[in-house]
Nanobody
Framework: QVQLVESGGGLVQAGGSLRLSCAAR????????MGWYRQAPGKQRELVAA???????NYTDSVKGRFTISRDSAKNTVYLQMNSLKPEDTAVYYC??????????????WGQGTQVTVSS
């Protein structure tokens, strides 16, 4: 089993910054993909940023140039640096990981979510 432990959400004024962290803990052989999704009230969950295969990264268009995803592979941890935050970035942010435990098949895991609120 794998747990994704998130931290770093909070309340910030527009134009401010926050940094989210997500650490994967448990039985992990490889992490094939890891990143962040978000869900605003009344909207579908959407990809924000993620590491996909190898070192490739993927960002949703609305955050390009403002958000940066990084990782510490030795710690199975990803970070999301969010700059120039806008009220429309307000959402619950969820960490996601596609993990291969060393046997069987890959499994998807989700964090509990962390609230990010940007005031205007």
């Amino acid at each position: 089993q794998v747990q994704l432990v998130e931290s770093g959400g909070g309340l910030v004024q527009a134009g401010g910054s926050l940094r989210l962290s997500c650490a994967a803990r448990g039985i992990i052989f490889t992490i094939n993909a890891m990143g962040w999704y978000r869900q605003a009230p009344g909207k579908q969950r959407e990809l924000v940023a993620a590491f996909t295969s190898g070192e490739s990264t993927n960002y949703t268009d609305s955050v390009k140039g403002r958000f940066t995803i990084s990782r510490d592979s030795a710690k199975n941890t990803v970070y999301l640096q969010m700059n120039s935050l806008k009220p429309e970035d307000t959402a619950v942010y969820y960490c996601y990981a596609d993990v291969y435990p060393g046997w069987g098949t890959n499994r998807d895991f989700w964090g509990q979510g962390t609230q990010v609120t940007v005031s205007s």
